[in-house]
Each structure stands twice: as C-alpha cells, then as structure tokens.
C-alpha cells in the first residue's frame, strides 16, 4: 500500500536559519504530492503541492521538488521565521481508476523557530 | 465563506458514553473524511465517504460509525467511548477524481474519554 515516511522529530531552529525537512513515499502509481501546516490549535491547511516527476510547489518561501528516482519531496526554506513554528506533514494521493483519491499521512514533525 | 465546520471544538465524556461529532461542507465536494490526530502517530484515516450514499473504512475504523447525511454533511459517531479514543479528530473534504485535488480540514474537535 501507499505510505509516507517523514524524518524524525522535532527539529529547533533559530531565525534566519536554513530549513530542510525530508520526505520520502511509497506508492503504486504516480502519486500527487503535497506539503500541508498546521499552526497551532488550528487544522491543516494546504502549503504547497506537486502533481508530477520534477515539479516543483512553492509557497510563502518554502519549496519541494517531486524526485520520481528518489521518491522524495523534501521542503525546504532559505531563511525561516518565528511565524513558521508549526507542525509539517507531507501526503500523497494517488488515483487509481475508480479509486477515491484520499491523502496518505507522513507522522508530522514539529517546527520551532527561536528568534 | 466558510469551509469545513466541525462542532463541537472540544468535548469530554465518561468511559461508555455516546456522542456524535459533526461536519459540515460548503464547498460543493462529493468527498468527505473523518481522520484522528495522536501524539507521533500523525493523521490516520477512521471514515471517508467518497460520494453521497456511499462511506468505507479507514484505517482505524473499529468503535466509530458515519452517516453521510447529505452532500454537505458527514457525522461521526461513537457508540461507546473508550479511552482509547481520546484524541483531535479532524473531519475534511475534496474533490474526487482530479488530480492533485487537495483536502480541506476542519479547525478540529478535541475529544477526552475520562
């Protein structure tokens, strides 16, 4: 079956430093990808996608790309804020024909920023 | 314009007793999923009802039942709560069948079983 394999957590970071948060899946067909957040007390919401081998989802400065030969889809950032503290999980989704296209959960893994 | 809205937002119950959690879309999608939230273990699949008339188990089914009310409405409901259960559960929806459609969540419901 399709699964998500998130790296350990959490990680702390201080302000201005750089962010990579690794990602890795498992799936049967060509799956969508997707970085969601969740900030505190809150529910996810959607912070970057990609659809296909090689593109790339951005979004308020975060980045990954789809790499079909690694099966990856690392997020990263250049430069992360106070205001990025919150907790990271990468999905996929993957249609088959006649399937529901429900999203598979990485574990999460929460963010600290110090200023 | 609203989303996903669960009720309640937060809820405690004794051991056996019942209750249903609510869910409410306004976005026209025919596909809707109840998930549970524990510490380390990420968002795991308890319901999902692909299309109105039609809901199939998720991961973590056991203890729980759904009713697809409508197009916009999805509850879920625990019979006997157990402390098991203590968790956030987040309810969402989608379009099916596009490509790289994603979910919208609910805000949550914090759920404990004392």
């Known amino acids: 079956g399709n699964s998500v394999t998130q790296m350990e957590g959490p990680v702390t970071l201080s302000e201005e430093a750089f962010l990579t948060i690794n990602c890795t899946y498992t799936a049967t067909g060509y799956p969508s990808l997707f970085w969601y957040v969740q900030y505190p007390g809150e529910g996810l919401q959607l912070l970057l996608k990609?659809?296909?081998?090689?593109d790339k989802g951005s979004n308020k400065g975060f980045e990954a790309t789809y790499r079909k030969e690694t099966t990856s889809f690392h997020l990263e950032k250049g430069s992360v804020q106070v205001s990025d503290s919150a907790v990271y999980f990468c999905a996929l989704s993957d249609i088959k024909a006649g399937a529901n296209s429900k999203l598979t959960f990485g574990k999460g893994i929460t963010l600290s920023v110090r200023p | 314009n609203a989303g996903v809205t669960q009720t309640p937002k937060f809820q405690v119950l004794k051991t056996g007793q019942s209750m249903t959690l609510q869910c409410a879309q306004d976005?026209?999608?025919?596909?809707m999923y109840w998930y549970r939230q524990d510490p380390g273990m990420g968002l795991r699949l308890i319901y999902y009802s692909a299309s109105e008339g039609t809901t199939d188990k998720g991961e973590v089914p056991n203890g729980y039942n759904v009713s697809r009310l409508n197009k916009r409405e999805f509850s879920l409901r625990l019979e006997s709560a157990a402390p098991s259960q203590t968790s956030v559960y987040f309810c969402?929806?989608?379009?099916?069948?596009?490509?790289?459609?994603?979910?919208?969540f609910g805000q949550g419901t914090r759920l404990t079983v004392v």
């Open positions: 990609a659809t296909k081998a090689d």
């Open positions: 976005m026209n999608h025919n596909s």
């Open positions: 969402a929806s989608s379009l099916q069948g596009t490509i790289g459609t994603e979910a919208f």
